[in-house]
């Protein structure tokens, strides 16, 4: 899963909540999470028609749909693939470690636990 954060150039913050992968599965899934029926919250599914998940250009993609540049786009993921692949064009990426196994974080970017403090309210 990756939301994503931007800034409209105007100061304003606009969040979006996207996913990559198979669009069927991503749609189970999150209709099917122990907080509800989540898919209200995502705005755009994403699949491998855009590109390979290890691919940067398939991020330069998805942030220009959005019309931006990867470096107004925050990419959080629990693939480090992913990850490089969206730093590798720019984009702001943090792992997010669900399992709590990871002890270093991918070039920069940082890990996380869960969501909290990512996005303000």
Sequence with gaps: MCPSHSNDGGGRKNHRHLLVGSVLAQQLLFRTTASGDLTSHISVFFDTRVGAKNEGESYKKIAASFSYAPHQVLFVSDAVKEIEAAQSVGMQAILCDRDSRTSSSPATG??????DGVLPD
């Design 110 to 115: 940082g890990v996380i636990r869960n969501f």
